[in-house]
């Protein structure tokens, strides 16, 4: 159980387009979903929590208007980056809160390259 | 001072030892204190789950919560090969609503066969 899939798993954009990113929890529902991102030998960095039904809230520094958060379902939120550029480069990570069990389980990860 | 100190590592055993794994935190608040193993270019594995103090076994594995020094620590025991990863503590006052894990930063384990 816990299970939460990403798609896709990595993907390679031009310059100046717009990457979408879904994270489903598969056998479990998620009201919270959390976006992170993650560069090469470093830790995690929240960058927005998304709750179904209403605005994700964005940390510090974050762009909402850059990277667009929609959590639509229990089971499903997405990540937008919008005109992407080369420093979007990055491991986005998607991880859910399982509402009835507890405990927080994370995507396999979305590895995305901006030429 | 951040909240959760970790030691980065990278920390490197021979198969077979006892590895110990630490982290300690400033918020008092904290309730909920959670492991987890990441290994290159994947997303983290959700390790062992706790709640309050006390300790936590699940196979080879055993986590250790002590409140009063605001200490956490997980014990691997018969360490392998297969454990090289990077292993993060995370931890929460809650968890429910939109409370935020706080993770440490990561300690790199190297197991040597």
């Known amino acids: 159980g816990a299970v939460v899939s990403q798609h896709p798993s990595w993907v390679i954009c031009k310059s100046g387009t717009s990457v979408k990113i879904e994270c489903r929890s598969l056998?479990?529902?998620?009201?919270?979903m959390f976006w992170y991102r993650q560069f090469p030998k470093q830790s995690l960095m929240l960058m927005a929590t998304?709750?179904?039904?209403?605005?994700?809230?964005?940390e510090q520094g974050v762009e909402k208007d850059k990277f667009l958060i929609n959590h639509a379902s229990l089971t499903l939120s997405t990540l937008t980056v919008t005109s992407a550029h080369p420093e979007d480069s990055s491991f986005y990570i998607c991880s859910a809160r399982d509402r009835v069990a507890g405990g927080q389980f994370f995507g396999p990860g979305t590895r995305l390259t901006v030429l | 001072q951040k909240e959760v100190e970790q030691d980065p590592g990278p920390l490197s055993v021979p198969e077979g030892a006892i590895v110990s794994l630490n982290c300690t935190y400033s918020?008092?608040?904290?309730?909920?204190f959670m492991w987890y193993r990441q290994y290159s270019r994947k997303g983290p594995e959700l390790l062992m789950y706790?709640?309050?103090?006390g300790n936590k076994e699940d196979g080879r594995f055993t986590a250790q919560v002590d409140k009063s020094s605001k200490y956490i620590s997980l014990f691997i025991r018969d360490s392998q090969p297969s454990d090289s990863a990077t292993y993060l503590c995370?931890?929460?006052?809650?968890?429910?609503?939109?409370?935020?894990?706080?993770f440490g930063t990561g300690t790199r384990l190297k197991v040597l066969a």
């Open positions: 918020n008092s608040a904290f309730q909920y």
């Open positions: 706790t709640y309050s103090s």
């Open positions: 995370a931890m929460s006052a809650s968890d429910s609503g939109t409370y935020k894990y706080i």
């Open positions: 056998d479990f529902q998620a009201t919270t």
């Open positions: 998304s709750n179904e039904g209403s605005k994700a809230t964005y």
